[in-house]
């Protein structure tokens, strides 16, 4: 064996893992790199999915389509709000769950699991026959989005907050009290800090997860029309290259959002 093809095989073989990983994330990144190069396409024609001419235009005129900025803006509302309402009230079931026994501790535990395993559309339509029985058929549209919302964003929150939660080492709670720290200065100086980084990743799970939501939504949505509602009608017409286009930026946020938390957590180690 000649050096050239020894050295080669070497260098294969301590990089096979990173070439392995590479090709992995090219495949998963795929659909998404083709989002961004659709987003400045000019189709020929509304049903026609191949890239015909480059455009700025798409990004200049992205509430052209009819209700596409509405349904976003609606989508990012409930998002939010079903983020904020979902992360508060699952951190608090969280710290219960873990700090605390109570009867039904293991119960509880069970049932958490329940809406992440259930079939979204067993639990839209169970969503929806709760709304009607309860009188609210008439008036179903953003708030009734909003509660499903909660609903199955909840056991996302409370599972990631648990787990951070049980990670913590509870000597360092002790210690702080050592040092005549009360419980509430504990809880907010050494507690939550530490577990912020789990609410944090359940407030984004929680936020993706309702932005994008279909099923569930369109059986409790009644008039209301959020974006994945929106993109679902017009592909029965022919999809407009803007919705590509919010899929590019809501890509190029989270990206931020990932690469800024990485900064962050390097810059601290590096204080440390």
């Known amino acids: 064996m000649s050096t050239l093809a020894y050295r080669g095989r070497r260098w294969f073989s301590d990089h096979v893992v990173l070439i392995y990983a590479i090709l992995v994330l090219l495949y998963m990144f795929t659909p998404v790199f083709v989002v961004i190069l659709m987003s400045f396409n000019e189709p020929a024609a509304r049903q026609t999915y191949q890239f015909d001419a480059f455009t700025w235009n798409n990004w200049t005129n992205i509430c052209a389509p009819f209700q596409l900025c509405d349904s976003v803006a609606v989508s990012l509302k409930v998002g939010l709000l079903a983020t904020l309402v979902a992360t508060l009230l699952g951190t608090l079931m969280a710290f219960a769950m873990v700090r605390h026994r109570f009867r039904g501790r293991s119960a509880a535990n069970v049932f958490v699991f329940l809406p992440m395993a259930s079939p979204e559309i067993v639990l839209g339509s169970s969503l929806l026959a709760l709304f009607v029985n309860a009188g609210f058929a008439g008036v179903l549209g953003f708030w009734t989005i909003f509660l499903a919302h909660v609903m199955f964003c909840l056991s996302f929150v409370v599972v990631t907050v648990k787990a951070r939660l049980s990670g913590l080492d509870p000597r360092l709670e002790q210690a702080a009290m050592d040092l005549y720290a009360n419980e509430w200065q504990t809880f907010w100086r050494v507690t939550f800090p530490l577990v912020f980084p789990g609410i944090l990743s359940a ?12 099923i569930i939504t369109n059986l409790n949505s009644g008039q209301t029309v959020t974006f994945p509602m929106f993109v679902w009608g017009a592909a029965q017409r022919g999809i407009p290259p803007q919705i590509n286009v919010i899929g590019t930026i809501m890509f190029l946020v989270a990206l931020a959002l990932v690469l800024g938390g990485e900064l962050g ?3 601290r180690q590096i204080v440390r």
Do not use: C, E, G
């Open 203 to 214: 407030a984004l799970l929680s936020f993706s997860l309702s932005f994008d939501d279909f």
């Open 265 to 267: 957590r390097r810059r």
